[in-house]
């Protein structure tokens, strides 16, 4: 059975049209937000595939921002998002792109705040579910779904098992992980689905190790 | 656990309870959840419907600028006349056209069984709760008979535009609408099963031909149609008339269709209303919009 609920029947209840070129885009806004840690004072979305062409007649455009100013798909604030955010000085940029890429529906999200910067891949995948691919150039496979933990680390032996060690004595199961690197040597990123919810005791202890660079915690 | 109608029937015709009981056990069985947790859950669901209901026959246009303000229309020409015949068809109507409507205003709406098709369901059971001056708790449980019929046709055919067109869409929410109906108005689970089959069969081999790949045209007043198809299979499955193709066949027909109709017809703007003179010439108008415009300014082509 592949609905299994009668709310996937009667719902969800969310903000129109279309799920996967409305709802979709305002959750990897969403992913994106909480990845970054704070509002950001200037937004760079870039579309591309069948987005770059369709964006204005979703609103997809308007989805995005929607997402990264903290609304969810069901907040009637989305509509009037890109409005919201220039009232509050933020400035916002929207580029077609036309480089091929492997998914139609994809969203490239580029935030900044002061000196911190971040760059965001998103596929929309269809009913409202979502997939982040790259973030800072690194590639990755988050569905955003499940608590999450993303660690920058050294590329070094013990990285992943000196992490991996704190999760168990702390009874935290993983889902789904992987590793990635743009260089060997350098810094790699580790990418961590849990089923159980990271604390701030179990986060801290994690950055404290000797190849910690940064530790973003994603609780959904 | 029931997987087709004859099933969901027989279960409720044997122990002489109604499709929304069976549904309610399922629900609680499946999740874990109380009863009184999921009707209150759906009692949600109503508010939000009728929330979008309210809003769109205050009139709303869509972000593109194609639709909008026509169930406005509809609510004051409906007010202005002195005749009451019909009054639930017309407010059924008017109130399919509000849902979606709003729907392609970016408000919030609940999809059911899809965003496209979110107006059938409201517009038959806001239009019946106000004929038959029920409370909110009085109509949710006939919401559970609307989920039972979309979750069969969801498992064993499909309710998505791109795959099966609008009778997957549309169709799926007018059968459900039309099983609703039966249920509160006192039919028998064999009826509103009935009710369920004619609408659906009434809807076979509806394309999706979206104009400029939008949700408005035609799917908003496909949703009226849906709408009032819902309410003429009801009476007639009421009035003793059964289908002549057994309801599983049905839904297994609508798949079959929905399988063997070209992509063109299945949400890819590519055939149909969309590939008129007139819809290319909407589509360009609407996504060559210059960019930065982000208004609801009138956009003709």
């Known amino acids: 059975m592949k609905y299994k609920s009668v709310f996937d029947i009667i719902g969800p209840v969310m903000i129109g049209p279309s799920s996967s070129h409305t709802a979709g885009p305002v959750r990897i806004g969403q992913v994106a937000r909480n990845i970054f840690g704070k509002e950001p004072d200037e937004i760079g979305v870039h579309f591309y595939g069948s987005f770059a062409k369709t964006y204005r007649g979703h609103a997809t455009d308007v989805a995005v921002i929607g997402g990264v100013l903290g609304f969810s798909t069901d907040d009637a604030r989305v509509k009037n998002s890109i409005s919201i955010a220039e009232k509050k000085g933020i400035k916002i940029k929207f580029f077609e792109e036309e480089a091929i890429v492997d998914h139609p529906n994809t969203v490239r999200i580029d935030l900044k705040a002061g000196r911190e910067t971040m760059e965001i891949v ?5 009913g409202g579910a979502i997939q982040i691919t790259e973030l800072d150039g690194f590639a990755l496979k988050l569905s955003g779904e499940n608590p999450a933990l993303l660690i920058f680390h050294k590329d070094a032996y013990g990285a992943v098992a000196d992490v991996t060690k704190i999760l168990t004595e702390h009874r935290i199961n993983i889902g789904h992980m992987e590793v990635s690197r743009l260089e060997k040597g350098c810094t790699a990123l580790m990418v961590i689905e849990t089923d159980q919810v990271v604390n701030n005791k179990i986060q801290e202890e994690i950055s404290i190790g000797k190849n910690i660079k940064k530790l973003i915690l994603l609780n959904t | ?19 929304y009981e069976i549904m309610i056990e399922q629900e609680m069985e499946e999740t874990g959840v109380s009863k009184e947790e999921i009707t209150e859950n759906m009692r949600r669901q109503f508010q939000i419907m009728k929330d979008a209901v309210k809003q769109g026959i205050h009139g709303v246009t ?50 059911t069984p899809t965003a496209g098709s979110c107006g059938v369901l409201p517009g038959v059971l806001v239009a019946l709760q106000e004929e038959y001056k029920m409370s909110d708790e009085e109509i949710t449980p006939y919401l559970f008979t609307a989920g039972a019929i979309g979750y069969v046709i969801a498992n064993n055919a499909c309710i998505a535009g791109s795959t099966g067109g609008c009778q997957a869409e549309v169709g799926s929410a007018s059968a459900m609408s039309a099983a609703a109906a039966v249920e509160l108005a006192g039919g028998t689970p064999s009826q509103a099963a009935d009710a369920m089959a004619i609408a659906l069969t009434n809807m076979l081999g509806l394309s999706c031909d979206p104009v400029a790949g939008l949700v408005e045209v035609p799917c908003i007043t496909r949703n009226a149609a849906g709408a009032s198809n819902a ?14 193709i057994p309801w599983d066949e049905v839904i297994e027909a609508m798949y ?9 017809l299945r949400e890819t703007a590519m055939g149909g209303l969309a590939a008129t003179p007139t819809g290319k010439r909407w589509k360009t108008a609407i996504l060559g919009k210059t960019q930065g415009e982000h208004t609801n300014s009138e956009t003709k082509p």
């Not at chain 2, 656990?1 to 499709?19: G, P, Y």
């Not at chain 2, 009451?84 to 408000?107: L, P, R």
């Open chain 2, 62 to 111: 869509s972000r593109s600028g194609m639709t909008g303000m026509d169930a406005k229309k509809l609510y004051e020409f409906q007010k202005r006349q002195k005749d009451t015949s019909d009054s639930v068809f017309k407010a059924a109507v008017c109130y399919a056209v509000a849902t979606n409507e709003v729907n392609a205003s970016m408000g919030v709406v609940c999809a």
């Open chain 2, 231 to 244: 309410l003429t299979a009801a009476w007639m499955a009421i009035a003793g008339v059964k289908s002549k």
């Open chain 1, 122 to 126: 998103g596929v929309s995948i269809g």
């Open chain 2, 1 to 19: 656990m029931f997987k087709n109608i004859d099933e969901l029937v027989t279960q409720a015709q044997d122990s002489k309870r109604k499709i």
């Open chain 2, 256 to 264: 079959q269709i929905g399988l063997s109709m070209p992509s063109a």
